[in-house]
């Protein structure tokens, strides 16, 4: 099973809710992901948990929140958000060996902020 | 900070021309290479990358790519494209020291295969 998966598909939400993408792997794997990809660009690392523990955070805005309950479940809190930070959010998974593991990728959750 | 180049943005071939699309990086250090795919309505998978040993990697569906060291590029191949290649391809590093396992990918090739 090389399957990540994600909820919801899709998500509208207006600038003042509270919402949470969720994510979850069953590969064993113990690093995990969260991306965004805006339309007709490449995806853009936003963080990574190894072991459970935040190892990069790319700068991005306090509004989007990470959470790494256990190895399997990844979540992304989402609270104030920006029309601009609607995008199509990836969450990927790896052995979490080095910097040569293979990412697999979830289908996404296209996300809508009005 | 790694960064990836990819030239060519948009492709339009026929079935069974030979396909190259060019992926170059820009880094500081030795970094690991891999191309992904993204076919219509699909999530990214990998193709196929290369970390060390022989520079000619082969991968899924017939692809194939060669690092070329000295010119910091990476460049993807089908020698015989098929319709159901049409997809948007992405080149992506990793730093191999300290860059955790920070994946950057280029601007991605849309290529379309026509029939």
């Known amino acids: 099973d090389t399957e990540v998966t994600q909820t919801p598909k899709h998500l509208v939400m207006g600038m003042t809710n509270k919402k949470s993408l969720k994510c979850e792997q069953h590969m064993g794997h113990r690093a995990m992901y969260w991306y965004k990809q805006k339309a007709k660009k490449p995806p853009e690392l936003m963080f990574v948990?190894?072991?459970?523990?935040?190892?990069i955070n790319e700068s991005v805005p306090s509004r989007f929140s990470p959470e790494c309950p256990n190895s399997s479940l990844l979540n992304l809190h989402l609270h104030a958000l920006q029309p601009e930070d609607s995008a199509l959010y990836l969450c990927a998974s790896s052995q979490g060996r080095d910097s040569t593991d293979t990412q697999y990728f979830g289908p996404g959750t296209r996300l809508t902020v009005l | 900070a790694q960064s990836v180049s990819q030239h060519n943005h948009h492709v339009i071939l026929s079935e069974a021309a030979s396909l190259e699309l060019g992926c170059n990086y820009s880094?500081?250090?030795?970094?690991?290479l891999f191309w992904y795919v993204q076919y219509p309505g699909q999530h990214l998978q990998l193709l196929l990358k290369?970390?060390?040993?022989?520079?000619l990697v082969k991968g899924i569906k017939g692809f194939e790519a060669e690092f070329i060291k000295s010119k910091f590029s990476f460049n993807l191949r089908k020698p015989s494209v098929q319709w159901s290649d049409t997809a948007e391809y992405f080149c992506a590093v990793t730093p191999v020291r300290g860059g955790g396992n920070k994946l950057t990918f280029g601007t991605g090739t849309q290529l379309k295969v026509e029939l």
């Open positions: 948990y190894s072991y459970e523990k935040l190892s």
């Open positions: 290369y970390f060390s040993g022989d520079p």
């Open positions: 880094y500081g250090g030795t970094v690991n």
